[in-house]
């Protein structure tokens, strides 16, 4: 996932696209990505594959012209095919104002994300490796520990927004504890995170703060290295320089946080909204594991990636590519494509073949360790509040749509009220430990009610239906 990225300086300011510009620039019958007209976002892809085939001439804001490739095949073909589509924004043919909005997805940065080759290998290898050594078995335990802590918060209450109080703080407490970053900063810090990738009027001050909390965490573990995924970096062979290895800690707390918060949400809801989900589930035809495939499908943490550039003249689909045109892989589109999902409504469990983490050579190089935090913790929250139901009308549950995602804002539940549990010092709960505080901003409750019996622990799906 691409981050927000205040320095532009590298990008010409121009009104409008010089010429050589994809012929689409604003031909007639060209759909606007944003607005009213992109507010469905399926149904906007179906428009467009009944006009345009697998690929499709859009405008983005500023009515910047662009291609988003709406197939399947198409799709794997651009992510497999580097020499044909670059990640360097530096050859696209068009140049933003100032103040588009595009700038912070595209604006070219010295990160894997915008690099091929020799130099992608290189920033790779430094990311791939040090996530290599996360401890599985350790972050699935700090998964628990953290899951615990944030049902504690709100158990006793009976009441919790399962977006604000659970899914938008889990990933970023896990990954800070793997990056090396303090407790006391994680919270903060995915509040910045939040808020930055939000675009709000205050996202560049959010900025500044992410960035100083992983300059501080540079300095601290050149000085004094630990186990962790900056001291990592840091001592790799491919001899990241401090700013570096600053960018890259910075786009992966981005991308882990964000990308695992909206694989959360969406999972939650459909485990409290979605009849056919829940009934794979109440039959054993479907796992965990399997749910989260079939989300990865039906509602990927991110629906489009607009970070490939056509290096030379080519056809894809039925198109005709220019050179420099802005080629947008479409993962949302490709993922309900009529050639290889005939029927949406047929399960697709254990099928992993979504493009929910891309492929090639820019194949997301973290996913196992979201799929636990996501696996671990949902697990975890399901088996203690077992009888949990959404508090609210579907209908009020809102959505905040963007180029590159949908993101569930709010997911009221409610269920019996229980006593927080304590935790032993191993992270596991246990009557006679104190529990652990967590950081700064989480709420307190009041005294817990009487405790709840809690039958010997079943399979959580199971207990959702008794």
């Known amino acids: 996932m691409t981050t927000p990225y205040p320095d532009s300086s590298g990008i010409s300011a121009a009104a409008i696209p010089p010429p050589g510009c994809p012929a689409h620039t604003l031909g007639p019958g060209v759909r606007r990505m944003y607005g009213p007209e992109a507010e469905e976002p399926y149904a906007f892809y179906a428009k467009l594959r009944q006009e345009h085939g697998s690929v499709a001439p859009v405008l983005l804001p500023g009515d910047v012209p662009a291609w988003l490739v709406l197939g399947h095949r198409e799709n794997l073909e651009v992510m497999r095919s580097p020499s044909l589509y670059s990640n360097d924004s530096r050859i696209w043919n068009v140049r933003l104002q100032p103040d588009s909005p595009l700038l912070p997805l595209t604006a070219w940065q010295p990160l894997l994300a915008f690099t091929d080759g020799p130099e992608h290998a290189r920033l790779r290898a430094a990311v791939t490796d040090g996530l290599a050594r996360f401890n599985r078995h350790g972050i699935r335990r700090h998964v628990v520990r953290y899951t615990h802590r944030l049902v504690d918060n709100f158990a006793g209450t009976g009441r919790a927004d399962l977006v604000a109080d659970f899914a938008e703080k889990l990933p970023v407490l896990v990954m800070a504890r793997q990056f090396g970053v303090s407790e006391q900063d994680a919270l903060p810090l995915g509040a910045a995170v939040r808020d930055m990738v939000k675009g709000t009027e205050t996202a560049l001050q959010s900025n500044q703060f992410v960035v100083g909390v992983l300059q501080d965490l540079v300095k601290r573990k ?28 910075r786009h992966a707390v981005v991308a882990a946080t964000e990308n695992t918060t909206n694989l959360i949400a969406n999972t939650l809801r459909m485990v409290l909204t979605d009849r056919r989900f829940r009934s794979s589930l109440s039959g054993g035809a479907m796992t965990l594991p399997d749910a ?35 080629v947008m892989l479409g993962l949302a589109a490709g993922n309900v494509d009529p050639e290889i999902r005939p029927d949406l409504s047929a399960p697709v469990h254990g099928n992993r073949s979504h493009l929910a983490f891309s492929a090639g050579p820019h194949e997301c190089p973290g996913q196992d360790i979201g799929r636990a935090i996501a696996d671990t913790g949902i697990d975890t929250l399901l088996a203690r509040l077992h009888d949990i139901e959404l508090a609210v009308p579907e209908d009020d549950l809102h959505v905040t749509g963007s180029l590159v995602s949908s993101r569930l804002d709010n997911l009221p539940a409610r269920f019996t009220p229980l006593r927080p549990k304590k935790e032993s010092a191993g992270g596991s709960p246990s009557p006679s430990s104190s529990a652990q505080p967590l ?25 959702l239906f008794g």
């Open 439 to 463: 950081p700064a901003a989480a709420p307190s409750v009041g005294p817990a009610p009487a405790p709840v019996a809690v039958a010997v622990r079943k399979p959580w799906w199971r207990r």
């Open 222 to 249: 050149k000085e004094q290295p630990g186990d962790d995924f900056a001291s990592w970096l840091l001592r790799h062979e491919s001899a990241l320089t401090d700013d570096e290895a600053m960018e890259h800690l």
């Open 292 to 326: 989260l495939d079939q989300v990865m499908w039906d509602a990927p943490p991110l629906t489009v990636v607009p970070t490939r550039w056509a290096t030379g003249d080519t056809r894809l689909g039925t198109q005709e590519i220019k050179a420099g045109d802005l």
